[in-house]
């Protein structure tokens, strides 16, 4: 799967699916879209900003409130997206897509405590899933992404 075919699966076909499961490659690609996309946005956000700030000599404008709305608005559509692709991709790993919650709270939960090793090491190991090949044949979350076909019973 290539990287246009990765972002219009999860932004047409898969918005908010959360069942199935996602190959290596669905997953990666439209994490690199979602991160050019917010990089793009706090880009042109700077860009404003500085470009009003020298101009004008005052701090934010309006341009750069309405910026800082659609960059927002455009980066919430897309983290429903995000979230869904890495729970299918737990699920190619068999793995529960609840763990993607410990993803997102234990970091946020350690660091308010003031430690941030344990959410270092959630993050971490998320990677490790992400990067690792998902389990070969069909599994309990569904068929093989890379070989549909493998899933037919074997004393049929």
């Known amino acids: 799967m290539g990287f246009k075919e990765a972002v219009r699966t999860c932004l047409r076909e898969k918005y908010v699916t959360f069942s199935g499961r996602a190959p290596r490659s669905e997953y990666w690609w439209f994490q690199l879209f979602y991160y050019l996309v917010l990089l793009g946005g706090i880009a042109l956000i700077m860009l404003a900003s500085g470009l009003l700030y020298s101009s004008?000599?005052?701090?934010?404008?309006?341009?750069?409130?309405?910026l800082f709305?659609?960059?927002?608005?455009?980066?919430?559509?897309?983290?429903?997206?995000?979230?869904?692709?890495?729970?299918?991709?737990?699920?190619?790993?068999?793995?529960?897509?609840w763990w993607v919650l410990a993803v997102f709270v234990v970091p946020g939960i350690f660091s308010v405590?003031?430690?941030?090793?344990?959410?270092?090491?959630?993050?971490?190991?998320?990677?490790?899933?992400t990067v690792l090949r998902g389990t070969d044949g069909p599994?309990?979350?569904?068929?093989?992404?890379?070989?549909?076909?493998?899933s037919a019973e074997v004393f049929a």
Do not use: C, W
């Not at 005052?58 to 750069?64: D, E, L, S």
């Not at 897309?78 to 793995?95: A, E, K, Q, Y």
């Not at 599994?139 to 493998?150: A, C, Q, V």
């Open 69 to 97: 709305v659609i960059v927002g608005i455009v980066v919430l559509a897309l983290t429903l997206p995000s979230i869904s692709v890495m729970v299918r991709r737990f699920h190619d790993r068999n793995l529960s897509g």
């Open 139 to 150: 599994n309990k979350y569904g068929p093989d992404p890379l070989n549909p076909e493998s």
């Open 113 to 129: 405590i003031g430690t941030e090793i344990p959410g270092l090491i959630i993050t971490v190991a998320s990677f490790v899933i």
């Open 56 to 66: 004008q000599g005052t701090g934010f404008g309006a341009v750069t409130i309405i």
